[in-house]
């Protein structure tokens, strides 16, 4: 995989916090992932939600953790060329891999995922922390999913945000991370057209980004194309379990304790540097 990333792609990656891929995963791989997504949406765990927006007749269904029940998604984090991808891409030595999440808006789902980052919702700590987002369908670029160019960079982080409401997580006690959260800005007034990220895919594409990357979909206004989505998440050897002053999604540690490295039965080490 060392041949996807040049240091075009490092730079990229680097000053935008997201970078999209072109062919990346042959056939053999989304035909893996389509046959977990299949699997996760006629057994969904007990994190799974399916939600409609105001009019349109589709679902948006989302689910994660559930790589150790569907085969398919533990081949993918530990066979395929994901894992080098990002261990390229964050410079690390070790890459562990954290969950798998699938995404799925049905046509005609009229569902906003509102503007978030990822590494607040998580009990993970650390700079060298990735998500992969690999559709299984095209994306048009209407439909696609959007980033703020540069957002990890900004030094904030924000209140995670349900996904059924678009309302903050609600603080639900003390906790020895004494960050000070701000509400995510009004991104679609407050941030120039040009700062937004965004592309036209097929399937083999993906798109790497850092998980303090500010990111948010649209629905999905095709009426014949669904938009499934299977994103994984990927820590690096400076991650470390840690606490949030809310529920964290996913409530999931290991039996990890915060300062740990994240590196156990439930979080594999996937891949080593050359």
């Known amino acids: 995989m060392a041949e996807y990333i040049t240091d075009d792609i490092l730079q990229e990656y680097e000053e935008n916090g997201v970078v999209c891929l072109r062919g990346v995963f042959d056939d053999k791989w989304l035909k893996l992932a389509e046959a977990g997504i299949k699997k996760n949406l006629a ?5 799974s939600e399916c939600l409609k927006g105001e009019g349109g007749p589709g679902s948006y269904f989302n689910d994660y953790c559930n790589w150790q029940k569907i ?4 081949k993918y984090a530990k066979e395929s060329p994901a894992a080098a991808i990002v261990g390229k891409l964050m410079k690390t030595k070790e890459v562990v891999f ?3 999440h699938v995404l799925t808006k049905d046509p005609g789902t009229a569902k906003v995922t509102p503007w978030h980052h990822d590494q607040s919702y998580y009990p993970i700590d650390g700079d060298k922390v990735c998500s992969i987002w690999m559709p299984i369908d095209p994306v048009s670029i209407e439909t696609s999913i959007q980033y703020v160019r540069g957002s990890h960079k900004w030094k904030k982080w924000f209140y995670p945000r349900k996904f ?3 309302l903050n997580y609600e603080r639900t006690g003390k906790s020895s991370d004494d960050r000070c959260y701000e509400n995510i800005p009004d991104i679609d007034k407050e941030v120039a057209e040009t700062d937004i990220l965004k592309w036209e895919m097929q399937p083999g594409d993906c798109i790497v980004f850092h998980m303090l990357s500010v990111h948010g979909a649209p629905p999905n206004t095709s009426l014949t194309t669904p938009r499934r989505v299977l994103s994984t998440r990927w820590l690096g050897d400076d991650a470390v379990m840690a606490t949030r002053p809310w529920d964290v999604s996913p409530p999931i540690t290991g039996g990890l304790t915060p300062g740990n490295r994240v590196l156990c039965d439930t979080f594999p080490l996937v891949w ?3």
């Open 43 to 47: 057994n969904p765990s007990q994190y």
């Open 71 to 74: 085969e398919e998604f533990e």
């Open 98 to 100: 954290y969950h798998d």
């Open 164 to 166: 059924a409401t678009s």
């Open 272 to 274: 080593k540097a050359s």
